[in-house]
C-alpha cells in the first residue's frame, strides 16, 4: 500500500495531515515522472502549498491536490476501485462543497489504486493512444 492512512467521522484534519498528503501527491508524480511531463504545468502542479499552524486550506487548495491525482488517472486509465474526484462548487447555487473525513479517503484510496497499478501495460496503451491523437501523429486507424 502507497499510502497507508484512514480518516473517520471523529478525525480532523490537521496542519500535518495535509503536509503529509501533499508530500504523498508529489511522491505519487514522481512514480509516474518517466511517463507523464511534470513540467506541463496545467496538468501537474507540484509547487503545492506547504501549511503551519495556523493556515486554513481552502477549497481550491484541496482542488490542486485533486486535480493532481485526476489528471493522472485520465493519463493512464482510472483502475477498478477508482473513486471519481468531487465537484466541490455548486454551479447552481455557487456555493462550495464542504470537505471531510470522506473526501481524504477518496483522495487516498484513489492515490492507493493508482500506485498498485502503475506498471499495467493498459495504463502504458492509454497515455500512448491519448498523445498520439492529440498530435494528430498516430499509428491508429480510425474506423467506422
Do not use: A
Amino acid at each position: 500500500m502507497f499510502y497507508n492512512e484512514s480518516y473517520s467521522l471523529s478525525d480532523y484534519l490537521n496542519y500535518d495531515d495535509l503536509n503529509e498528503l501533499i508530500s504523498k501527491v508529489r511522491e505519487l508524480l514522481l512514480v509516474f515522472q518517466d511517463k507523464i511531463d511534470l513540467s506541463d504545468t496545467s496538468k501537474y502542479d507540484i509547487t503545492m502549498v506547504e501549511y503551519e499552524l495556523n493556515d486554513f486550506p481552502y477549497v481550491e487548495d484541496i482542488d490542486k491536490i485533486e486535480r493532481n491525482i485526476m489528471n493522472l488517472s485520465y493519463d493512464f486509465f482510472q483502475p477498478f476501485g477508482y473513486i471519481k474526484n468531487k465537484i466541490w462548487k455548486d454551479s447552481e447555487n455557487n456555493v462550495y462543497k464542504s470537505f471531510s473525513y470522506e473526501d481524504i479517503n477518496r483522495i487516498i484510496n484513489d492515490m492507493n489504486v493508482l500506485y498498485e497499478n502503475r506498471n499495467d501495460t493498459r495504463s502504458i496503451y492509454n497515455l500512448q493512444s491519448n498523445e498520439e491523437w492529440n498530435t494528430g501523429v498516430t499509428s491508429l486507424v480510425w474506423r467506422e
